[in-house]
Each structure stands twice: as C-alpha cells, then as structure tokens.
C-alpha cells in the first residue's frame, strides 16, 4: 500500500512536492509579465526615438550644423588718406591676428590654453579673459584678442597650433601710416570700438572688436573710409581648425579720401615748429582749403595698429598732452586782434584813416596801469604806425572809444567764439566774452580795464590758430570769411561769409600788416628772396606761466594765396622772434623749397 499526503499527487508510484507543483504552474504569467514590461519599454524608446527623429529631427540637425559651421569675418581693406597730390598720407598693409571661437571658451582645455596664449603673446591671462567676457559665448562669430603680431610669434601660434583648440592665427590688414607723426593730429588714429560706441552704432553694422577712426580725419570721415566686411563660411573640427570652405563674401574696400593737405608744405611746417609745443596752420586764403596742419606734441598713430605696452604707454604720457590738437584749442589771441579793433574802430565811424592819438608808457584806469609793450611809448601815431608796432596804449585808447559792444560784435563777425566749421572734431568754440558772460562767471560787472584788455587780445578772449588763420584770410581774400576745411572737392570751398568791411577798412588793416614786416615787429620776414608779406605779431600773457607767441601772415601782400598762423605755446618770447621766423619758413617752402632750409 502507497501512502500519500492530500498535498501531493502520484505518477506511476512518484511523489511530487506541492511547493514545486506551484512553482512550474505559474512560469507563463512570469513571462507575460516581463514580456509586457519589454514591450512598454521598448515603445518608449521607440516613441522618443520617433519625436527625436522625425518630429526635432530637423532642429537637431540644425544644432549639429551650427555645432561645426562657423563664420569668420573678414574685414575689409580701410580706404586710403591721400594728400592734394596724391600722395599717401594712410594705407594699409598685411599682418597676422590672433582669434578665438567664442566657443572654446567654454571647453575644459580653456584655462590650459588661455595660458599658453597669454606667455606666446606677453600679456596677461586676465587681459584675455576680460575681453571674451565680452562675447557671446554663443556667437559663430571669431573674436579678435591681438593684431599685428610679429612674425617669431606668428611661426611659435603654428608650432602650438594642436594645442591650443579654438584658437586662429589669421591675416588682415592694418593701417599704416609711412610718415609716422607727421599731421598726426589732422589724419586721427584707429581703435577697437568701445562698448559705448557701439551702442550709439548698433545700426550701423558694427561688432564687438571692430576697428573704427578714434579722431581726425579717421573719424570725421569713417563712413567712408570703412568699407564693407566680407566673410567665409566655414566647417572645423573639434579643435577649431578649418576644414573646408562652405561660402564665401568678398569685402568691399573702403573708399579712398583726398585732403587738401600738401604733404611737402606739412613737412615744412612740421620742421618750423620743430620740438616746440604750439601749432601751425596754413590755409589757401581764397578758399579756405587747409594746406598744412601741425600740432606739437605729437604722437605716432602706427602705435595704435597692433597692442600698445606699458613702455609705449609711458612715453606718450610723459609729453604734455600729446593727443590735444593745439591747432583747435583756444589762447589768448593777444596783438594778433588788433585787426579787430582797428575794424571796429573805423566802422564805428568814431575814427578815420587820418586819425593820430598820442601814445605814452602806460594807461592808468583807476590806479591800474596798461603798459605799453617797450615801457616808453612810441609818439604820435595813425592807425597803420600803430599797427607796425603794434602800440599797446594806441589801441587800448580805441578800445574805449568805441566801448566793448563794439569790439564784441566785429569779433564775432571775424569768426571768433564760434567753431569754424573744420570737419574735424574737438574743435573749441574760443571765447569772445561779454558783460553777461562776466557776471555769470565772476559775478562783477565789466569794467573799463576789461575794455582794454579785450582790445589788445588779452584777458578772457580765447581764439584758436584755426580761427586766427580764418581772420588773417579774411583780409587777404578781401574780406570773406572762409570755411577751413580738409577735404579736397568738397562744397566748403564755395561757403563764404561776407565780414562787412568797407573797402577803406581793408585798405587801412592791409597796408598796416604790411607795415608790421617792413618795418615794424614782423622785420624777421622782410626778405628779398620772398614775395611781399604782410602779417600781425603777438605776445600772449599767460601768468604765472610764460608768454605765448604768435605770428600770422598772408602772401604775397599784393594778391594774396596763402595764409599761414604760427603759434608757439608758453615759449617766453615775443611773437616776432619766435613765430615769425617759422611763418618765414613755411612760406619759404610754399613759394621757393630751396630756400626753405635757409635762415
């Protein structure tokens, strides 16, 4: 007999334990189980494989695109800066920079490689980093970090060039300057714009690291001179290096500018005021074209075309305010205004061209003396004697004869206390003062001494050696006020004001500034080897600091072409003896350049 338990079955006399009954029975709903979990798995992957692929496929192909699509800018060639003659003044030549992917910044190799970058271009880390801070990090643009690198660095980039993932080393062009200061401050420099420029010229197309005119002439004519920036479209790998080419747009160079300057009469007056600091300005008398334009200290605007250094840096700050073009800035204009006062003395209908006035040591207004320049007086003298000596008790007494109203509003027709109209920019307005200008600023009333010192261009009047020069003109030409300008061609040269002079005016200041070179304080350029000049001597008070000297003069005193105004800052001396002979020998140059080397 088999005895079997009522949890177990039998099988041909074989016992099977209930527990493995149990275990065997339920294996298909184990299977069921993980097959619909296999299934609910897989069609979540296929789902979001199917959204991926055929829903974003497109977008994420785009972000794989624009992953190994770049776009390097070229820039175009700047336009030339052209002398009268042609001759070049500014151009361009070809040079290596060095730029980053804005996406390299965000590698892990980045602190590696911004490290060698920074010890193959001998520049601070942080320099770097401070400028890609600037940049979009997600920009398909390169960014400029240095330009005009040195051919050593240029072979030690190629070298390292695996090593350093995002980094370009590329070619452009630079500007150049062949005759490095000369009319530096006329011509401007260049620099990277500024942030704050940048947005005044977001319509404009401009970028960050764009190179624009900083001043002169490479400012006020920026637009044309620029161009339009070209442009490749190109794959890299994963280092940053180019693979091919994908497309391609041709920069527009910029358009040439000619200027009125004349580069040898540059070179001449440069050397006139040789190391001293002042200024000199030659303009065409008849249509206001300037000839010649020097401003001293100087500065060399090649410097600006690649990373200046400290050193570099440290010279140009150690002249006195080298970028302060002097030619535009506003001085005491002192005697050299007396060709306003005799003006306004004879239209007042007050004096005539025979009118004679004692002369004497000094002026006494109310306990305060005037002193006559030679402490002695000079006699009897009319209004073209007064002018050859340029008689300081004469024209003080004419001052107060036809009062400072007078004075204040012949100065102003001469151009004065008003810009002239230069296409350039940091141009002074100068100062014609008043009784309202006065009380505003010192809170006094305007007395009779600021009559006299106002007459003989002393005191608060402020005239630069541009507006000086238009006046100077504006007798030469016969009594128009010209427009100074730079560009040659341009409608300035039509744009004439009439001053109102009488022709018995004119007669009068013109044989008086004649005077003042055959014998009176401008004999320094009676010579018989120039035409004949006429022109004003004048010595500028600048207390506690030395004097100022002036000479302006036109040529040749019977018909007139050129006007040239020297100015010599602080110089000590008197304007016969130290601008006069560099007025002599600018127009020495203008008329016959083999005497221009003679004293």
Known sequence: MILTSRNSKTSKGYTIPSFERRRVGSHPRSLLIILTLSVVFLGVIGSRLFYLQLVEGSRYHQFAISNRIRLISNQPTRGRILDRDGQELAGSRLSYAVYVWAFAVRESSWENTRKQVARLLNIPEIEIQKRLEQVDQESPFLFRIAQDISPAQVTAFQERMTDLPGVVVNTETVRYYPNNELAAHALGYLGEISGEELQQRTNEGYRLGDIVGQMGVEAAFEQQLRGDR????????????????????????????QLTLDLDLQKAAEAALGSRAGAIVALASETGEVLAMVSHPAFNPNLFTSQINATQWQQLQSKKFP????????????????????????????????????TSPYLNLGGIKFWEWNRSGFGQLDFIGAMANSSNTFFGSVGMGVGETTLIRWAR??????????????????????TAWKQENFNEDWYPGDTVNFSLGQGAIQATPLQVAVMFASIANGGARVTPHLQKGSGASTQ??????????????????????????????????????????????????????????YAPADSPEIVVVA??????????????????QVLADYFEPELALQP
Request: charged letters at 20%; proline letters at 7%; zero cysteines.
């Open 230 to 257: 070209g442009g490749q479209q190109v794959e890299i790998d994963g280092t940053g290096q180019v693979i091919r080419v994908l497309g391609e747009k041709l920069a527009r160079p910029g358009q040439d500018v």
């Open 323 to 358: 970028f302060v073009n002097r030619a535009l800035q506003g001085y005491p204009p002192a005697s050299t205004f007396k060709i306003v006062t005799t003006t306004a003395a004879l239209e007042s209908g007050r004096y005539s061209r025979s009118t004679v006035l004692p």
């Open 413 to 434: 027709k001469f151009g004065l206390g008003q810009k002239t109209g230069i296409e350039l920019s940091g141009e002074a307005h100068g100062l014609v003062p008043d």
């Open 496 to 553: 004439r004001q009439s001053v109102d002079l009488s022709p018995e005016t004119l007669q009068v200041i013109q044989e008086g500034l004649r005077a003042v070179v055959v014998r009176g304080t401008g004999q320094a350029l009676n010579s018989s080897s120039l035409p004949p000049i006429a022109g004003k001597s004048g010595t500028a008070e600048d207390p506690p600091r030395q004097s100022h000297a002036w000479f302006g003069a």
């Open 567 to 584: 100015f010599a800052e602080n110089s000590g001396s008197g304007g016969g003896s130290i601008a006069g002979p560099m007025v002599k």
